[in-house]
Nanobody
Framework: QVQLVESGGGLVQAGDSLRLSCSAS????????MAWFRQAPGKEREFVSG????????HYADAVRGRFTISRDNAKNTVYLQMNSLKPEDAAVYYC????????????????WGQGTQVTVSS
């Protein structure tokens, strides 16, 4: 069974940085596009960023473009989300997700999900 495990969340102050990691197992990592979503209390889950299987296609939500950077290390079966200049509105549970084919990066319809990691940003 495919497994995604997120790590790196925590409590930070506004303006700080965090790097989230998502380790994938039991899948051929390079066949999947990977993405990060987030869900704040009382809000719907939203797309944050996604990356194609070899990293040549990357998408960001407008709210994070210029502050967040997604990357992947296919040798380690891991995708990262570097989050800089964090704002209180970035606070949410961040989820890693995977979907095939890995050649495109959709903003919805992902079929493999991690359990999430909490990011809290104090003002």
């Amino acid at each position: 069974q495919v497994q995604l495990v997120e790590s790196g969340g925590g409590l930070v102050q506004a303006g700080d940085s965090l790097r989230l990691s998502c380790s994938a197992s039991r899948l051929i990592f390079t066949t999947y596009a990977m993405a990060w979503f987030r869900q704040a209390p009382g809000k719907e889950r939203e797309f944050v960023s996604g990356i194609s299987r070899y990293g040549n296609i990357i998408h960001y939500a407008d709210a994070v473009r210029g502050r967040f950077t997604i990357s992947r290390d296919n040798a380690k079966n891991t995708v990262y989300l570097q989050m800089n200049s964090l704002k209180p509105e970035d606070a949410a549970v961040y989820y890693c997700a995977a979907t095939m084919p890995g050649t495109v990066v959709p903003t919805s319809g992902y079929d493999v999900w991690g359990q999430g990691t909490q990011v809290t940003v104090s003002s």
